[in-house]
Every structure is written in structure tokens, then in C-alpha cells.
């Protein structure tokens, strides 16, 4: 397997290296050596979290697409429609109400009469779920949002509890704690976005 490391879009050139390993697998009758797409990690604080994200939402996914295979990449990616239920960071255009475009790394697609495959160890969005998220535009879409530090970029809110990623619940915010009270979390996502404001 090939392994693609630093932050999600940085990754474009190495994965033009390794796409004809790919299509060798594929033409001799095989699956194809899915890539693995590493992500880097969140900061040590919250307070870094909010800095280094563009946007963080609490919303709900609509709606959520089927894998593509992408260009000139060749990685698999899905799209989610998420719609905001509060803006706690970014540009007032993304306010309560409105819908963003986030992209997840992973799935298996074909294009072509290719098949191509993209592993990423990070839950899929699915409609109806109720989650926190920290965003950053892509590249070369500013429109496609992507999810900063891969599970450590999203909370997953099941009734009043919000689970807290293993490496985010080290952070002393958090004192080891694998769920917090959905509110208590937005209480402490809002002071953060105060704080790195101000800064």
C-alpha cells in the first residue's frame, strides 16, 4: 500500500506518482492497492483547533453522495451536504440556515472502466447526523470544504451527548473524557472562537 502524509491537500502530487501502480493492479484482473490518506493531527489546545480551522459548524447532513474518483488525482472522495444549525467560526455567508459542501477522503469508485479505492479511517457522514465540525477550504474549490484532523476534526452528537475523539479528550479542556453534554461542548466552542478572536 502507498501511504500519502501531511495535511489532506497537500497530497495531489505524491498521489500522481502512485495512480499507474493503481491501473497495473487493475488491468491484471486485481483490486487495487487502495491509497491511505494520512492526515495531520489537531493542535494541543482548542484554542489551536479554532485557530487553524477556517470554519466550525454544528450542523446537520442532509444529503450524502455516492464515491468519485477524482482529477487528476485519481482519489476517491464523497461529498455531504451539511446544513448549519450555528456558525461558531467563519464568514457571516455561512450563518445558521445555510448549507455547506463537505468532501471525506474514502470509498471505492470506477471511472474509466477502472477501479480505484481510497482508504480513510474516519466515520462517513451520513443524513441526519448531528455533528460539530472543523472545516477548511480546498485548494482549488474554495466552495468544497474538508474536515481539518481527520476524526479529531469532528464531534458525532447522538441525543444530548457529543463524543469526544481519543486524541481531542487528552486535551486538558476535555480531562480524558470520551463524551460531553452537547451544550457544554458549544459553550466551550463559542468562548474559543471569543479567544482566538481577540488574539
Not at 500500500?1 to 497495473?24: D, K, N, Y
Not at 460539530?132 to 458525532?156: M, P, Q, Y
Request: proline share 7%; hydrophobic share 40%.
Amino acid at each position: 500500500m502507498q501511504r500519502i502524509a501531511g495535511r489532506c491537500f497537500f497530497f495531489l502530487l505524491v498521489v500522481l506518482t502512485v495512480t499507474p501502480i493503481l491501473g497495473q493492479g487493475q488491468s491484471q484482473g486485481r483490486k487495487p492497492l487502495p491509497l491511505i490518506v494520512d492526515v495531520e493531527g489537531p493542535p494541543p489546545t482548542l484554542d489551536g483547533m479554532m485557530s487553524r480551522a477556517e470554519i466550525v459548524v454544528h450542523g446537520t447532513v442532509l444529503t450524502s453522495h455516492p464515491p468519485e474518483v477524482g482529477q487528476p488525482s485519481r482519489v476517491v472522495s464523497r461529498r455531504s451536504e451539511i446544513k448549519v444549525l450555528e456558525l461558531l467560526k467563519g464568514p457571516s455567508k455561512h450563518a445558521t440556515g445555510s448549507v455547506l459542501s463537505v468532501q471525506q477522503f474514502g470509498g471505492t469508485a470506477a471511472r474509466g472502466g477502472e477501479e480505484f479505492a481510497t482508504a480513510y479511517n474516519m466515520k462517513i457522514l451520513q443524513p441526519g447526523d448531528e455533528v460539530v465540525l472543523f472545516l477548511s477550504a480546498g485548494r482549488n474549490d474554495k466552495t468544497r470544504f474538508w474536515i481539518e484532523f481527520g476524526d479529531a476534526g469532528a464531534f458525532w452528537v447522538s441525543g444530548e451527548l457529543a463524543e469526544v475523539d481519543p486524541v481531542v479528550a487528552r486535551m486538558p479542556t476535555f480531562a480524558n473524557r470520551r463524551s460531553v453534554p452537547k451544550d457544554d461542548l458549544l459553550v466551550l466552542l463559542r468562548q474559543s472562537a471569543t479567544r482566538v478572536r481577540k488574539h
